[in-house]
């Protein structure tokens, strides 16, 4: 393989080994990046020794020894080599001194016999002093500008040029009934992809996931068997024709552990539908009402209008509780109570498209290569093989909007509209796979080894306004602050949330005085007494953060948004094991206390722990005080439900725009930019060079200085990576 070693901006170059042109290099000792002054230490006199607590890179100062010039050349031509290198050597220092200047110079190399080319960033290139022009001979031998140094600061290593990215494969998948869904084949083996609408993430974290799906032909009448048992591809509804109407029922079936709603269908269309048009559209089953409901439907990627499931490969529904919803009005039914007839004897979640034909026989929609799902997870994964390189690689993250209304009249959210605030972070997946940031207020769906509970004057109540179904409800005696409820952690899991976080709760009260209502958190560590007894000490406790958002007019509000309220920084310890708490289990809690006028009520959604420890970055929209100033992250629906027009957010921690720490920008369907978004990190983003690893995601919608968020906000997203090497590639 042919060496390569040369300086260009993509169309201009200098080859430092092209003999052709007369340039030569030899003897080039390639440089490694150190840390910044040693890297940053702390001592003690107390103890020997010395510990490194931070590491930053260097810039690597690289010296070519080059020659230029040859017998066939004239000294012209010697001289406009060495112009040309000139040339890049400025635009190269011009780049990172301008704002407005594009153009990128860069180091590209490989060696003979290596596999893998490898390209670095210029900052800045000189040559110290030219080679002897006037002495005799010059220009009559092979090396005419000899003994040179081309001295050049350089960034990493990178496994692309500058400006550009590798797309990185992702993926989701989590396990329900004994049932694999997400980024699956149809065998429900984990497929990443790299595609930019198949990757869902939400903004919750739940268990309960599809389980049943049946069609229906309402007039022969006559039922599938359950969809989900079926061998893919399956048809999604009956073969209508002559003025038919069918439906089709998604469900979970209530009999289950960590039941409970959802909000969201995702399909991979096969064969698209033609002539089914709208009957009575989506539903969910009144639990109270006894009967079937229209939901707020947010968007539905499968509707082309007049044509339901008719847009082919993976599309999504999306809805939240309807206007009309009271707290607990969505419930199990079961299907063979509810219709009657030949109906499944299943009792469930349900929710249903009711459908017909336009007088023509429909063609019959399918599902291809993997089973319906709903999302339930707020993260992306990506596996161990897509991470590369020897230091942490540059990163570009895309986050497209699947939800969020523009109708909104920018007074409150209109169905989880409009995303103004998006928590990002990355964990390593070795630090444990069982971790999730968010923690139902529920005594249902959460990980296994976190158990909760209630404490006087609060309870559990049914209500499909958050995630698990299930949420604390606190009924304020007019005491002040008062313990509501807790978390705690069994000693198997707490190591894996030994780390430090942003402590978040989503809470909302009905009082139209929200002021009166406030919360607080006190982390609590176990201390024992040998056998007198078994006590707990407070380790920290937050500020109390009082509630700001007037959501008791029931007819106006979205009923699952809740107010998302910052607790502050929070550090989980590493737990110390006696034989006492390893024996029995908890020795870590997190305490949440409430507090309300009396007789009204605080209730819990979850809490939420974004982990800051590796990185996070805060994305906040700049907005004005007219509806009309707002840049959100947002859908715009050109149709009745279906949104082609979305818009994304990208986060480039260097790969498109190396000279800038990080660029966070909201951008149209197509490209065109719409605004810069604020960016609050502890960290330049980076996807780590090893292991499996999760992006974490939290979103909210902005309310004046305040924030709503709740369960309905979902995205795709869709990622890039320029891994760093310190040294040649090989096959890497």
């Known amino acids: 393989m042919t060496a390569i070693l040369k300086i260009t901006d993509g169309v201009s170059q200098v080859d430092l080994l092209d003999l052709r042109e007369g340039v030569s290099m030899n003897g080039w000792r390639q440089a490694v990046a150190g840390y910044k002054g040693g890297g940053t230490w702390q001592q003690s006199s107390l103890s020997d020794g010395r510990r490194l607590v931070d590491k930053r890179f260097m810039n690597v100062t690289e010296t070519f020894p080059i020659a230029i010039g040859r017998a066939e050349n004239t000294q012209d031509i010697t001289i406009a080599v060495l112009h040309r290198l000139f040339d890049l050597m400025e635009a190269a220092s011009s780049y990172w001194i301008t704002k407005w200047q594009t153009g990128m110079v860069w180091l590209e190399a490989r060696s003979e016999c290596e596999t893998n080319t490898r390209y670095a960033i210029v900052h800045t290139a000189n040559i110290p002093q030219i080679a002897e ?78 389980t049943h799906i049946y069609h229906y032909n ?25 003025g038919q109407v069918g439906l089709t029922y998604f469900g979970i079936d209530s009999t289950l552990a960590n039941d409970g709603p959802f909000t969201s269908l995702i399909f ?18 009144n639990l109270i009402g006894a009967g079937w409901g229209a939901m707020n439907l947010i968007n539905d990627d499968t509707y082309d209008a007049p044509d339901y499931l008719s847009h082919a490969g993976i ?27 030949a109906a499944p004897n299943v009792t469930g979640w349900w929710a249903r498209l ?49 939800t969020g209304d523009s109708d909104s009249s920018g007074l409150l959210p209109s169905f989880q509209a409009q995303t103004g605030r998006l928590f990002v972070s990355l964990r390593a997946l070795d630090r444990g796979s069982n971790f999730s940031p968010y923690i139902n207020a529920s005594d249902t769906q959460n990980p296994t080894g976190i158990t909760t509970s ?109 107010e998302m309220l910052d607790l502050g920084e929070i550090e989980l310890p590493a737990p110390v094991k006696t034989l006492l708490s390893e024996e029995t289990g908890n020795n870590i809690r997190l305490d949440l206390y409430a507090n309300a006028a009396t007789g009204q009520t605080v209730l819990f959604c979850d809490v939420i722990l974004v982990p800051v420890d590796e990185w996070v970055i805060e994305l906040l929209e700049h907005r004005n005080a007219s509806p009309g100033g707002r840049h959100p992250l947002q859908l715009w629906k050109d149709e009745q439900w279906y949104s082609p027009n979305r818009r994304y957010f990208s986060l480039d921690a260097g790969v498109s725009v190396p000279k800038e720490f990080v660029r966070a920008n ?6 065109s930019f ?24 939290l979103a909210a919608s902005r309310y004046g200085s305040y924030y709503l968020s709740g369960q309905d906000t979902t995205f795709t997203v869709a990622l890039d990576r320029n891994a760093q090497y310190l040294g040649p590639r090989g096959d890497q």
């Open 133 to 210: 022009l006037y002495a005799p001979g010059v220009f009559n031998n092979d090396a005419a500008l000899d003994a040179m140094s081309l001295v050049i600061e350089r960034g990493h290593w990178t496994e692309a040029a500058p400006g550009h990215g590798i797309p990185v494969e992702l993926s989701a998948m989590e396990t329900y009934d004994g049932r694999n869904l997400g980024n699956v084949d149809s065998a429900g083996v984990r497929e990443p992809t790299v595609e930019t609408n198949q990757v869902f993430v939400g903004n919750k974290h739940n268990v309960a996931n599809i």
């Open 674 to 697: 719409v605004a810069n978004w604020l960016s609050v990190k502890n960290n330049r983003p980076f996807i780590a060079p090893s292991g499996a690893q999760r992006l974490w995601f």
């Open 354 to 402: 009711s459908y017909q034909d336009n007088g023509a026989a429909i063609t019959v929609p399918t599902q291809q290569n993997r089973d319906i799902y709903t999302v339930t997870w707020p993260y992306t994964e990506l596996q161990a093989d897509q991470a590369a390189g020897n230091i942490n690689a540059l990163s570009k993250l895309r986050i497209f909007a699947e």
């Open 315 to 341: 599309q999504s529904v999306h809805f939240g509780p309807a206007i009309s919803f009271g707290i607990n009005d969505w419930g199990p039914g079961n299907l063979l109570a509810i219709l009657g007839g």
């Open 218 to 242: 309402a007039t022969v009448p006559a039922w599938s068997g359950n969809l989900m048992t079926a061998a893919l591809p399956y048809a999604l509804t009956p073969a209508l024709a002559g």
């Open 666 to 671: 909201l951008h149209e369907t197509n490209g």
């Open 268 to 285: 991979d269309i096969g064969t698209a539908s033609a002539n089914l048009v709208i009957d009575r559209g989506w539903e969910y089953y």
């Open 454 to 562: 209630v404490f006087a004057a609060s309870a559990y109540i049914n209500t499909s306004f958050v995630p698990s179904g299930r949420a604390v409800e606190y009924t304020s005696a007019g005491a002040g602050l008062v313990k509501s409820w807790n978390v705690a952690w069994s000693a198997s899991l707490i190591d894996e949330y030994t780390g430090k976080y942003r402590l978040f709760a989503r809470v909302r009260t009905d009082d139209s005085v929200p002021s009166d209502s406030s919360i607080q958190a006190k982390l609590s560590l176990r201390t024992e007494y040998g056998v007198a007894g078994v006590a707990y000490n407070i380790y920290w406790t937050s500020d109390e953060a009082s509630l700001n958002i007037d959501l008791s007019n029931a007819a106006q509000q979205d009923k699952d948004l809740f």
